[in-house]
């Protein structure tokens, strides 16, 4: 079954036929070429995929694309301002916060969706922000030091 | 210690695409008429294939190639080389854990592909299956490979001094026996990869591979082509720990699906495949015995490793060399016996993994260390620091150490823990452990040698070109060998460029394993730049005049030290760009100019009738410390704090060194208290998901510190040594030991589940 | 592991939605998906038709505090990360508060919804033993109309509960109990993203001055979240309570487990785990000064 649907990706309007099984991730990396979004399990537990829903960090391997009709969606590929890195992602790149770089667009939607919501958390709030974003390379203290600086900087 | 301008330096990453989600992993290519390709696994432990019935699967529309054993040449895959090859790309007859590929398709979307699996009919023979590897040893048990007896497919015997006659010399022996688990890699990307055999029979593999060559050479083999007819691309890698090191089941079928639909077919594992079919750290049994003098002398040590191998030999018995070794390499002791088995069980087989069997062998040595000291009534720290050795010291099986901060590390690891606190604190089940390691950078654990190439080119317009054939699976390797070339020719970072991997364009390297690309590769990096410093130099005296060994070059000026002729220090007449001086050269291609390098330690292959050899040619070090608090009335370990004090010689870029040592730690913690793979009766894997193979969350560790001590190693590229794998090594006894400090009760087997660690707490209670 | 093929619908009112239940054979109700939707992926449950509940927002997605009636009125589809952060629910049912927060990630929760939680009748379900303990009632819809029963008749077992095959569960309504203090312990091996081993919700109803009221929930304990009957017996409020009695409650609470070994945990450990935190639980909740258990060994 295919529907039509309507979402704002990035701020770029997109309409789209997509069939009723496919999942938002499938539709961003295989239907729209914003592969940033990675699939790294297809059940929710590793947060590979997470991407931002009116507001609202997901998986979206878990969600379908027809459920999130008329929404504004927010991908890693629309963090950069302007043509320049944010200055999340400027943070992430300057205190090293990512290794093999799988987990990090997952791990910079998560840490946008808490810093959109809380410009200055606190270690506890970034460590639950990201708890559901598995990283097998950083042991994750220049992640969480990465979000803390950017906090900080906000303040 | 030496000043640098690029090297040691906190330089950010160069692969800014991996911030902006601009990386492209396998799973993010796409060429036209690409297939989907998958595997049908088998369903049972062990059994014998009767019959395999493809044609309803082959007759589904979409489907477009259906490969099982006859569509292979009936070759196995090399892997350690003879006498170990046991496998083949797909079921020769026969299958021997859950998981073992029979057949594959490829069809034109992933359902289609799905359905196809299902329509493929096999008829199986059960047989009997084994599941524990001193069950399977026994006479009568299940047997696994026709050729192996007993299923063992290694025992060795290794005698390092005379560990007999020590233990007579002993005053006090210990005795204990530890089982550690198996641990998966835990990759966030799935294994995957795309290949296409084009008209002319090349063979293209796009592949998140550690060691493109070796997948080269394998599928080379595996499809008896030359190897100048295969091709690795690398991808960007999600993630490498060993899980990529050799060639993987997904490239060489995604190959056979390729060569028979004639369409590119891309291959990825589903997350259940990841956890149940792909390599893990081998478990093992360590039987260990130590004799010591009361003063605390290690006298003699005699271990017994029963190691589970799983189903396939793949790297186990290189793995489980290198554990021999370094069992006798662990503290100072100059006797020791290892006797060591590899086994075959019906279960999923393991490979390389980061620290490639050191982290089983160490925690079993460490953890009794702790035990030793607390009979002795010496503090453990203090009876490590009496056992350590320094530089000068051979160790029994033969490891040359020609660089040791092991002494800085114990000491540095102590006071930023607050060791001597903790000890003197009453804070019930509170506790402090500390634990330590050795390890190579690079291994000459192959017959094909320990080597790596580059070649550095510096074009007219004063910017370099750096090529290797190195493979950053997250390694940072990509930074730090440019800062390895930028550092000896004299450039600013901004001015390298780095074309990495890809076997028809860059120089051969074997691949990024064994902690051996900061070492290796970053001397084959660092010899190309001096060739081609050398050769820029040349052309600017014969430009400019002077002698050549008056010549530098700061950031891509070459200038001298001395005045030429009548031209005075400092005026721009002594000033040459590199650019310049490439068009001024004689020998230049084009208008760039190549400097090559190749390099290979005066390292030793391992004696295989001794089992000694110094396979390496520097030895990193490191001491590591937890602090815990245990509930008592549940057994949960509340990791408070952790240390990794680390000598890695000088550190090439210190954020890339500690982000190592930080993301090894927190693969420890899993191994230590949570990742664990369980069978069932059939040996399904019950830990198939990330819901149910638990790897730490970022609330499950403390921040993680880090230092580095300040030692040089004289072979290694501006005193570097090796990183990638040493961290996870001490940190699974450093926490045991930190638990046994804080209840009294140690724990023997890993993973220390609270309720490993609960049951344990009440059984040395009901003792008091 | 990709998902099937089948008809979306997005219903705009109840009565639209429980027709096109009643009339798709194999439908499913999509809530926030974060457990259908792996259970289509794995081929467990293959529904031709998907319902989703998002066209209902707004009559199942709130919180709400009757003040008449005194109790809180919860929607089924609200998220649990909006349960986890009301104000109303932190200041009335702090317990499901902390129930919800510790169900797998922020993503999830964000996503997954109570009564996804509840109708799934997991029996590690985190929001279960909270509910149960503060005596929830849940509301379900069908062809026959409305109907309401309390959570301690809801859950059968794994999976199984007495809500009818075509029934829409579309609210919980939780009594506020202006006197009480609660906790809901997880005990897993991660401190996020787990499974519970066993996890216990205990309420502490009391006057200003004393205990009135003890209820206790465990989860992964049994086939379903278990309500601990019969802590009146032992203690019905009328004299403090003492070591000796929080141990009985113990004891009481193991006896009306049945808990399974599986590669999680064994069930011996289970059972010491609901005997060791009850008693350490109702200790600090109740027992002046909060004493540690071991002190009262």
């Not at chain 3, 959570?151 to 609210?171: A, N, Q, R």
Request: hydrophobic share 40%; with cysteine; charged share 25%.
């Amino acid at each position: 079954m295919k529907k039509e649907i309507s979402l704002i990706i990035n701020d770029i309007k997109h309409d789209i036929l997509v069939e009723s099984n496919r999942t938002l991730q499938e539709l961003l990396s295989k239907q729209l070429d914003l592969t940033g979004t990675k699939h790294g399990c297809g059940t929710g537990d590793c947060g590979a995929c997470t991407v931002i829903v009116d507001g609202n960090a997901v998986c979206s391997c878990l969600v379908l694309a027809v459920e999130v009709n008329g929404s504004r969606i927010l991908t890693v590929e629309g963090l950069k301002k302007d043509r320049k890195l944010s200055e999340l992602q400027q943070v992430f790149l300057d205190l090293g916060a990512f290794q093999c770089g799988f987990c990090t667009p997952g791990m910079l939607m998560s840490a946008k969706a808490l810093l959109d919501s809380n410009s200055c958390p606190s270690i506890e709030d970034i460590k639950r922000a990201i708890a559901g974003n598995l990283c097998r390379c950083t042991g994750y203290t220049k992640i969480v030091d990465a979000i803390k600086t950017v906090g900080h900087d906000n303040n | 210690m030496k000043t640098f301008t690029v090297v040691g330096k906190r330089i950010p990453n160069i692969d800014i695409e991996k911030v902006t989600g601009d990386a492209k992993y396998v799973n993010d290519l796409f060429f036209p008429n690409m297939l989907c390709g998958k595997i049908l696994r088998s369903p049972y432990a062990h059994a014998n294939i009767k019959s395999i019935d493809v044609s309803r699967a082959k007759k589904l529309e979409g489907v477009k190639a259906v490969v099982t054993f006859k569509d292979t040449l009936g070759i196995k895959w090399i892997q350690v080389g003879p006498p170990f090859e046991d496998k083949y790309p797909l079921s020769e007859g026969k299958v021997r854990y859950v998981g073992d590929e029979i057949a594959a398709v490829a069809a034109i979307d992933e359902n289609t592909a799905e359905k196809a699996l299902s329509l493929i009919k096999v008829d199986y023979e059960k047989l009997p299956s084994v599941f524990n590897p001193e069950e399977a040893m026994l006479p009568g048990a299940p047997q696994i490979h026709e050729h192996v007896e007993n299923n063992i497919s290694v025992h060795r015997v290794r005698n390092y001094g005379n560990a007999e006659k020590a233990f007579q010399k002993s005053d006090l022996i210990f005795e204990d026996k530890f089982v550690v688990g198996p641990q998966s890699h835990g990759n966030l990307e799935p294994n995957g990869s795309i290949s296409y055999f084009d008209e002319k029979g090349v063979l293209h593999v796009w592949s998140s591979t550690q060691s493109p060559y070796f997948v080269r050479k394998e599928l080379s083999h595996i499809f008896d082509i030359p190897v100048s007819k295969v091709i690795i691309k690398r991808m960007y890698a999600g993630g490498g720990f060993g899980a990529r090191s050799k060639v993987c089941e997904d490239e060489i079928i995604s190959a056979l699906l390729s060569q028979k639909s004639g369409q590119p077919v891309k291959v990825i594992y589903s997350r259940e495949e990841e956890l149940t079919t792909t390599r893990i750290r081998h478990p093992m049994i360590m039987y260990l015995k130590t004799g010591v003098k009361k003063d605390g002398n290690f006298m003699a040590r005699e271990m017994k490793i029963i190691a589970d191998n799983g189903a396939y030999n793949h790297c186990g018995p290189a793995v489980l060399g290198y554990a021999v070794m370094v069992t006798s390499s662990l503290y100072k002791v100059k006797d020791v016996k290892v006797e060591s088995y590899l086994v075959y069980t019906n279960k999923h087989f393991g490979g390389p993994y980061r620290g490639y069997g050191v982290p089983q062998v160490a925690f079993a040595i460490e953890s009794q260390i702790d035990k030793i000291a607390k009979e002795l009534g010496i503090d453990p720290l203090e009876l490590r620091l009496k056992n350590i050795y320094e530089k000068g010291y051979v160790t029994p099986c033969g490891f040359k150490i020609t660089s040791c901060g092991l002494k800085e590390c114990l000491e540095k690891a102590a006071e930023a823990i607050g060791y001597k606190d903790i000890k003197k604190s009453s804070d019930p089940f509170t506790g402090v452990g500390i634990a330590s390691l050795i390890h190579c950078s690079g291994a000459r654990v192959y017959a094909d040698g320990d080597f790596s190439s580059a070649t550095v080119k510096a074009n007219s317009d004063g910017f370099v070109t750096l090529l290797v054939g190195n493979a950053d699976c997250g390694t940072w390797s990509n930074t730090t060998l440019s800062q390895i070339a930028a550092e000896e020719l004299g450039v600013s970072m901004d001015k390298i460029h780095l074309i990495c991997m890809d076997t028809e364009k860059t120089p051969m390297d074997m691949g990024s394993w064994g902690s051996r690309t900061t070492f290796i590769a970053g001397n084959a990096v660092k010899i190309a730049a001096r060739d081609l410093k050398e050769q820029l130099i040349r052309a600017t005296v014969k430009e400019l005049g002077g002698k050549e060994k008056d010549f530098y070059i700061n950031d891509g000026i070459i200038q001298s030290y001395k005045s030429i002729g009548k031209v005075k220090l400092g005026e721009s007449t002594v000033q040459f760009p590199l650019g310049d001086a490439v068009l001024a050269s004689t020998e230049r291609i084009g208008q760039s100019l190549y400097g090559k390098g190749h390099y290979e330690p005066n390292s030793e292959f391992i004696d295989r009738s001794t089992g000694t050899g110094n396979i390496s040619a520097a030895y990193s070090f490191a001491a590591h410390a937890a602090k815990v608090k245990v509930d008592p009335d549940t057994g949960e370990t509340l990791l408070e704090d952790f240390v990794g004090v680390h000598d890695v010689g000088q550190p090439i870029n210190p954020i890339a060194v500690e982000g190592q040592i930080q993301g090894a730690i927190a693969q420890g913690v899993g191994y230590a208290l949570m990742e664990k793979f369980t069978y069932d009766d059939n040996g399904n894997v019950l830990e198939n998901s990330f819901a149910d193979y638990k790897m730490p969350t970022v609330m499950d560790l403390p921040f993680l510190k880090t230092h580095i001590v300040d030692i040089v190693d004289d072979e290694g590229p501006f005193g570097a040594k090796g990183v990638g794998e040493p961290g996870i090594i001490p940190v699974a006894p450093a926490i045991i030991n930190a638990i046994y400090d804080a209840t009294g009760s140690q724990i023997k087997i890993l993973p220390a589940t609270p309720e490993k660690i609960y049951w344990g707490i009440k059984k040395d209670r009901s003792k008091l | 592991m990709r998902l099937q093929d089948f008809d979306y619908y997005l219903p705009n009112n109840l009565e639209e939605a429980i027709s096109i239940f009643s009339n798709e054979d194999s439908s499913k109700l999509l809530g926030g998906g974060t457990d259908l939707l792996i259970k289509m992926k794995k081929g467990i449950v293959k529904p031709v038709a998907v319902i989703d509940l998002k066209g209902l927002k707004n009559i199942l997605n709130f919180i709400s505090y009757e003040k008449d009636k005194n109790c809180i009125i919860i929607g089924a589809t609200t998220s649990l990360q909006d349960i986890a952060k009301s104000p109303i629910i932190t200041k009335y049912l702090p317990v499901l508060a902390e129930a919800a927060i510790s169900v797998g990630s922020l993503q999830i929760r964000n996503k997954g919804t109570i009564g996804g939680n509840i109708c799934n009748a997991s029996p590690a379900a985190d929001t279960a033993p909270a509910l149960l303990a503060y005596g929830a009632e849940v509301v379900m819809y069908g062809s026959n109309g409305k109907r309401s029963i309390p959570l301690s008749k809801f859950f059968v077992g794994p999976e199984k509960t007495t809500m009818g095959e075509k029934e829409i569960l579309t609210e919980i309504i939780v009594p506020v109990a202006n006197e009480s203090n609660g906790t809901y312990i997880k005990l897993a091996s991660r401190k996020a993203m787990d499974i519970s081993i066993a996890s216990i919700a205990i309420i502490v109803f009391s006057s200003p001055s004393e205990v009135k009221e003890i209820q206790i929930a465990l989860g992964s304990v049994a086939p379903t979240a278990v309500l601990v009957k019969g802590i009146q017996v032992i203690y019905d409020g009328s004299e403090p309570l003492n070591s000796k009695t929080i141990k009985k409650i113990g004891k009481l609470s193991v006896e009306q487990i049945s808990p399974i070994t599986d590669h999680r945990a064994s069930a011996a450990y289970r059972s010491e785990m609901v005997f060791n935190l009850v008693c350490r639980v109702v200790g600090e909740l109740t027992l002046a000064g909060g004493k540690k258990y071991e002190e009262r060994n």
